[in-house]
């Protein structure tokens, strides 16, 4: 539909007003502007489709305490929060907004004065940053994990931006590593990592209380998702044929949470593997899709001791270490 006059859309905007607002009914405003019934009718549809009126359906949180406390006890997880989902989602954008709602609170609850995250990336990672909401400013330190992916990878916010949000939303200090995730050529990555502020970053991020971070599989990094630009689709199949279920951190881990073993984990410029098992609290976000693999094999390699999630996935992770 093309763009209306300046008039018209004027006249549009105060019947969406009117009906949405004020809670008049159609054939009230029809009387009310001398107009057909009719007219009003298109008026709203205008008024949806150029985006005038938009909606927010704030679904509620609920939490699944009894899937937490079945979580925690099947993986030897230090916490879990679980959201109910609510059956027959078409989508995963509800469930990943609800994870990143719980995240953004369990934060609140954990981080306090002093207090030093580490954060990588992703969609969910990205909704925990747009819903935080502390109950009051602390003086945390954020560190971004890991180096940026490639500019073929769309979270919806960079992961500079995604350390800066949580720092600003702490009111907090952040340290980004300028620098990307993945090189190739082991003398320029040995030079790069030299550089003193990246130097810096890398050696801080050694020594966090929490890291934040998503869980992706395999299926991810088949569709191009964050190794794009990095992979060919020959590359991509190599590794999920040598065990690879997914990866966190930039790190593709087999189905027991090990580090797989090929050259690409050995280049990537962050916190290394075996620096993030040191890390003494781990939170995990990751649902929305059927990542049960890569997240089971996480927390059977005892990578992460916090997870959020959905019940759905939940319900298969319980069932999957039930089966094990």
Not at 69 to 74: D, G, S
Not at 78 to 100: C, F
Not at 240 to 247: E, L, S
Request: a neutral charge; glycine letters at 8%.
């Amino acid at each position: 539909m093309a763009r209306s006059s300046d008039e018209e859309m004027m006249i549009i905007s105060e019947i969406a007003r009117l009906y949405y607002i004020e809670g008049l009914s159609q054939v009230e405003i029809a009387e009310s502007l001398f107009m057909s019934k009719a007219r009003v009718s298109r008026a709203l549809k205008t008024a949806r489709e150029q985006k005038i009126v938009e909606f927010t359906i704030n679904y509620p949180l609920e939490r699944s305490r009894m899937l937490e406390e079945a979580l925690k006890k099947a993986y030897g997880l230090e916490e879990a929060r679980v959201v109910l989902d609510m059956k027959g989602y078409h989508s995963t954008e509800v469930p990943i907004k609800q994870i990143g709602e719980m995240g953004a609170s369990y934060l609140d609850e954990v981080l306090e004065n002093g207090d030093r995250i580490g954060v990588s990336w992703g969609k969910t990672i990205d909704q925990v940053v747009r819903h935080l909401k502390p109950s009051g400013p602390r003086a945390i330190q954020v560190y971004q994990l890991v180096g940026s992916p490639n500019e073929d990878y769309v979270t919806g916010s960079q992961i500079s931006a995604i350390a800066q949000g949580i720092a600003r939303a702490f009111n907090g200090s952040c340290s980004l590593l300028y620098a990307p995730m993945y090189i190739n050529n082991n003398i320029v990555r040995r030079e790069l990592k030299k550089e003193p502020t990246i130097k810096r970053t890398l050696e801080r991020i050694r020594s966090v209380d929490y890291v934040l971070t998503g869980i992706a599989d395999m299926g991810a990094v088949m569709a191009g998702n964050t190794w794009a630009g990095y992979l060919t689709d020959e590359r991509r199949r190599e590794i999920k044929a040598k065990g690879a279920v997914g990866y966190l951190c930039g790190y593709f881990i087999d189905r027991d949470g090990r580090k797989l073993n090929d050259e690409l984990n050995e280049k990537i410029v962050g916190i290394q593997f075996d620096e993030l098992r040191r890390v003494p609290h781990v939170i995990a976000v990751a649902g929305g899709i059927d990542k049960t693999q890569s997240i089971h094999a996480a927390m059977r390699g005892g990578l992460i001791n916090c997870l959020i999630t959905d019940s759905r996935i939940a319900e298969k992770l319980i069932q999957m270490n039930r089966s094990a």
